[in-house]
């Protein structure tokens, strides 16, 4: 089993930036497939930043390409998501996911099996 905890949310004027982190301890695997997706009341769920923890390579949902960057924190069992000239409609619940495999490919078709609770982001005018 692997238990993962998001932090970082909180609320922030519109142009400014948020870093996410999310903890992950229990069975880790030494390559895990994993994410941030974020949700909003009444809409579905959606992928935002995945990485092969394995070979690094990273892919993103094209709203949010160039503004935010998913990567491994150190310690090495942490997953953070920078986030940079947010918008109101970046306003959502922020999930951390994990796939411990295996995969073909590490992207946001794969039925992630671990999910953190998540954590509010409000973006305000």
């Known amino acids: 089993q692997v238990q993962l905890t998001e932090s970082g949310g909180g609320s922030v004027a519109a142009g400014g930036s948020l870093r996410l982190s999310c903890t992950v301890s229990?069975?880790?695997?030494?390559?895990?497939?994993m994410g941030w997706f974020r949700q909003v009341p009444g809409k579905e769920r959606e992928a935002l930043a995945i990485?092969?923890?394995?070979?690094?390579?990273?892919n993103y949902h094209s709203f949010v390409e160039g503004r935010f960057a998913i990567s491994e924190g150190s310690p090495k069992n942490t997953l953070n998501l920078e986030m940079n000239a947010l918008k109101l409609e970046d306003t959502a619940t922020y999930y951390c996911a994990a796939y411990d495999g295996p995969w073909i490919s590490c992207d946001a078709r794969i039925t992630f099996s671990y999910w953190g609770q998540g954590t509010q982001v409000t973006v305000s005018s």
């Open positions: 229990g069975f880790i695997q030494s390559r895990m497939c």
């Open positions: 990485i092969d923890t394995g070979t690094r390579r990273t």
